[in-house]
């Protein structure tokens, strides 16, 4: 079976400019999670979504950050104007249920580097 | 609110040896436990789960974990390292209940260093 799919593995972009990230979860999911790692902060949550809704962003930095979900099968992580302290490792996601007991299933992640 | 501490952020051992690496978990209630690992630019990976079953968790590449209600602790075990354990390991927790929160919150990591 196919696992979490991110978009692109590594992004080096100029300060200013638009970033999207990308991201498939695992088919069958109904739950995907937004989350960055930095040195400084580790793993955060930035957003989840369940069924497709946005249920807790209270990890968005910004408003420079907006995540959308418009099916079950898609998710981007838009940062407009990007900076440098955005630069990280942006991990999505995936798990079945509402339980709060079902296990994670993560992507790769993006590694993302704003000059 | 709930959070999660990971004693030693840099644990050593050698290829053979034990490998403990602590977790201590601070909310009301038990919560949800996990362990997941994450080998050098790649995403994390399950090891194992408490879900308020069985205190004494098995995972996969023979790492245990067991609960401690009483010190709220969640450790994790091997009993033989391996080369390719090496890696950064987390622990998270999440909180049970309808209205708990789904998204898992984070230990620190610890690397774990297993020498010839």
């Known amino acids: 079976d196919a696992g979490v799919i991110q978009s692109p593995r590594h992004e080096v972009t100029e300060m200013g400019q638009e970033v999207t990230l990308r991201c498939k979860p695992i088919s069958g999911h109904n739950s995907l999670f937004w989350y960055r790692q930095t040195m400084m902060r580790g793993l955060e949550l930035l957003i989840y979504f369940n069924n497709n809704v946005p249920i807790d962003d209270s990890g968005m930095p910004e408003d420079r950050f907006s995540a959308k979900m418009p099916n079950a099968s898609f998710s981007t992580l838009k940062i407009q104007p990007s900076e440098p302290r955005d630069s990280a490792v942006y991990f999505c996601?995936?798990?079945?249920?509402?339980?709060?007991?079902?296990?994670?299933?993560f992507g790769d992640g993006t590694r993302l580097s704003i000059l | 609110a709930q959070s999660v501490t990971q004693l030693g952020s840099h644990v050593s051992v050698s290829e053979g040896a034990l490998v403990l690496l602590r977790c201590n978990y601070s909310?009301?209630?038990?919560?949800?436990l996990f362990w997941y690992v994450q080998y050098p630019n790649q995403g994390l990976q399950l090891l194992l789960k408490?879900?308020?079953?069985?205190?004494l968790v098995k995972g996969i590449n023979g790492f245990e974990a067991e609960f401690k209600k009483s010190e709220t602790s969640f450790h994790l075990t091997k009993p033989s390292a391996h080369m390719s354990d090496a890696a950064e390991y987390f622990c998270?927790?999440?909180?049970?209940?309808?209205?708990?929160?789904?998204?898992?919150?984070f230990g620190s990591g610890t690397r774990l260093q297993v020498q010839p």
């Open positions: 909310s009301s209630v038990p919560p949800y």
């Open positions: 408490y879900t308020s079953a069985a205190t």
């Open positions: 996601a995936s798990s079945f249920g509402g339980a709060g007991n079902q296990p994670q299933h």
């Open positions: 998270a927790v999440i909180m049970p209940g309808d209205t708990g929160r789904r998204a898992l919150t």
